[in-house]
């Protein structure tokens, strides 16, 4: 694959209020990947939910949002694992030939 592209930018944000007190609950993170490969363009994207545990608070800037979406969405993708279920394969059945 040539040049991998990555655009995120952040789709909005949430905030939380607890005891009177006024957070920020979550950031929305739409994450996109696109590469060219032989002739073919390849795309894969998505939203990334950024909470507390990933260290964002009012003070965190939209660069470090996006910086974090991109992080946590290659993180997400690295740890991924296939869980399509195994289907197998119907047995190829030959037509009966016919003479003529």
Known sequence: MENLEITARVQGTIPLFEDGVMSLKSATVVVSFSGQQENAKTYF????????????????????????????????????????????????????????
């Open 45 to 100: 994207g998505g939203q990334v939910l950024l909470t507390k545990e990933d260290g964002i608070t009012f003070q965190t800037t939209q660069d470090e949002f996006l910086s974090k979406g991109i992080e946590k969405a290659k993180r997400l993708i690295a740890e991924a694992e296939p869980k399509a279920p195994y289907v197998p394969q119907a047995p190829l059945v030959e037509p009966p030939h016919t003479d003529e």
